[in-house]
């Protein structure tokens, strides 16, 4: 059986969902193949890292192994892997950076820029090479957050995220805007460095190595919209975890001694990510994508 190697961070590891709600889960299906999943939660490209530590579980933020390092521990047979589902660059970035609205949008830029631009490039073509037969698929960021998103759920995403109360010295409704602006400037940023990426891997090799996934989230999908696809924290419950995997986390957090900050955050984490909804929406983009390098192949 031909193998879907899964590479990245916590949206290809498919962070709060059951592993059959995953998208990884429902591509694998569709295309009758083996999932090999090396991904996981906090994952960060890691191009200049050399430490590596190991969770409990995947559904634990962690840096390591970087992304790098789960494509060099790869021990299976490359030509098998027919296709990799990859991402990376916000955790090097930084999701602190992405929500602090305090940083200038250019220091953000300047930070996406390297990260989900020049190092998933390098990541990617690491990955084409070491797997001739794979058609590499780089799944999309999403707007986390947007100028939709409920005034109180802006806030709760920022207290979550920084583990202090939403209490700006400025305006808050400035500040708000601002911290919105950051997400959707990543979410715009990394999608356009994500496809230069993917059209620079093809022109090199004179094929179609590569293809860019959209997440298929707009702005009114992102957390506390309209149409969120998104796993939310009740406003009026903020301590409750909203997810499928919420019991795996608070297992692993007692295993690795976590502060009572760390366990909170380790037992909301899934908040902000793609829930049931939205994993199928991203794996109906994954399917319909290659379909479309299918037809594409064929008709040369």
Not at 134 to 144: D, I, K, N
Not at 223 to 243: F, G, H, I, K, V
Request: net charge negative.
């Amino acid at each position: 059986m031909s193998t879907l190697l899964v590479m990245g961070d916590s949206i290809v590891w498919g962070q709060g969902l059951a592993y059959e709600h995953k998208t990884a889960s429902i591509l694998a299906r569709h295309l009758g193949a083996e999932i090999n999943m090396v991904a996981h939660s906090g994952a960060k490209i890691g191009i200049r890292d050399s430490y590596t530590v190991t969770m409990p579980s995947r559904e634990v933020p962690c840096f390591f192994p970087t992304i790098l390092q789960q494509l060099q521990e790869f021990n299976g047979d490359p030509a098998s892997v027919k296709w990799v589902l990859m991402n990376g660059g916000i955790n090097d970035v930084e999701v602190q950076r992405v929500f602090n609205p305090m940083i200038p949008q250019y220091e953000l830029e300047l930070h996406t820029r390297n990260y989900c631009g020049r190092d998933l490039l390098a990541i990617l073509q690491q990955v084409t090479q070491k797997f001739p037969n794979a058609l590499a698929l780089v799944l999309g960021y999403y707007p986390a957050l947007s100028h939709l998103s409920r005034p109180e759920g802006v806030e709760s995403m920022y207290s979550l995220v920084h583990g202090v109360r939403f209490a700006p010295l400025s305006d808050a409704g400035l500040f708000r805007n601002e911290l919105v602006e950051h997400c959707l400037r990543f979410w715009k940023l990394s999608t356009g460095l994500f496809r230069s990426a993917v059209e620079h891997v093809n022109r090199e090799a004179g094929v179609k190595r590569a293809i860019f996934v959209d997440s298929g989230m707009e702005e009114a999908n992102a957390a506390y919209a309209p149409q969120s696809l998104l796993w939310e924290c009740d406003t009026n419950d903020p301590d409750r975890a909203p997810d499928e995997a919420v019991e795996e986390r608070r297992v692993a957090y007692g295993l690795v001694g976590a502060g009572d900050l760390q366990k909170n955050q380790v037992l909301l984490s899934a908040v902000g990510h793609p829930n049931v909804a939205g994993a199928a929406r991203m794996a109906v983009q994954c399917v319909r994508a290659v379909a479309e390098a299918n037809t594409m192949e064929a008709a040369v």
